[in-house]
T-cell receptor
Framework: DGGITQSPKYLFRKEGQNVTLSCEQN?????MYWYRQDPGQGLRLIYY???????QKGDIAEGYSVSREKKESFPLTVTSAQKNPTAFYLC????????????FGQGTRLTVV | AQSVTQPDIHITVSEGASLELRCNYS??????LFWYVQSPGQGLQLLLK??????LVQGIKGFEAEFKRSQSSFNLRKPSVHWSDAAEYFC??????????????FGTGTQLKVEL
């Protein structure tokens, strides 16, 4: 079945460490997104990519980095520069052209201790 | 810039009662509008979407939404709520996919509680 896979589902890291969240899709979508979700704040866009080897900052990109070396993959690195990294992270993808909606992965809950 | 407002943070309804969740958007042209549902600790599932045409759209699980351009609203409705509808609901606004930009902007969500 086609879909978006985020791994791991739960991730614990010590403060000051970088950590990378995985996002893989087999929907053949060109566009991919990373959102951060905190209680009462909805989904806030971190980074998005519309094509391989290209990506744009979203509304809260500071302290995060991404790469898009393959169409299927869009990993997110939470760096030590991110002041408050504990959150629920959601990856999404979207087809190009015409009327399209975003499809979401199941999320990764990152806890920094 | 596009934005979405969901004025109700929490809503409680009795099972079998009707439901309306409010969504107001700000967008410079005809928007693409979406409603998503999220169960705790899960990703988002699309309930319905509006791109153009008939302003009353039907979705999954018996939900519908009406686009009202004059009120910049896209409210979600269900005639009879089931206990399994308890979840968080997000409204989102976006643009047609173009080379220049393709952001989806989400509201802060409405948490629905269903009383038995």
């Amino acid at each position: 079945d086609g879909g978006i896979t985020q791994s791991p589902k739960y991730l614990f890291r010590k403060e000051g460490q970088n950590v990378t969240l995985s996002c893989e899709q087999n929907l053949n979508h060109d566009a991919m997104y990373w959102y951060r979700q905190d209680p009462g704040q909805g989904l806030r866009l971190i980074y998005y990519s519309q094509i391989v080897n290209d990506f744009q900052k979203g509304d809260i990109a500071e302290g995060y980095s991404v790469s898009r070396e393959k169409k299927e993959s869009f990993p997110l690195t939470v760096t030590s520069a991110q002041k408050n990294p504990t959150a629920f992270y959601l990856c999404a993808s979207r087809r190009t052209g015409g009327n399209t909606e975003a499809f979401f992965g199941q999320g990764t809950r990152l806890t920094v201790v | 810039a596009q934005s979405v407002t969901q004025p109700d943070i929490h809503i409680t309804v009795s099972e079998g009662a009707s439901l309306e969740l409010r969504c107001n958007y700000s967008y410079g042209a005809t928007p693409y509008l979406f409603w998503y549902v999220q169960s705790p600790g899960q990703g988002l599932q699309l309930l319905l979407k509006y791109f153009s045409g008939d302003t009353l759209v039907q979705g999954i699980k018996g939900f519908e939404a009406e686009f009202k351009r004059s009120q910049s609203s896209f409210n979600l409705r269900k005639p009879s709520v089931h206990w399994s509808d308890a979840a968080e609901y997000f409204c989102a606004v976006g643009a047609p996919f173009t080379g220049g930009g393709n952001k989806l902007t989400f509201g802060t969500g409405t948490q629905l509680k269903v009383e038995l």
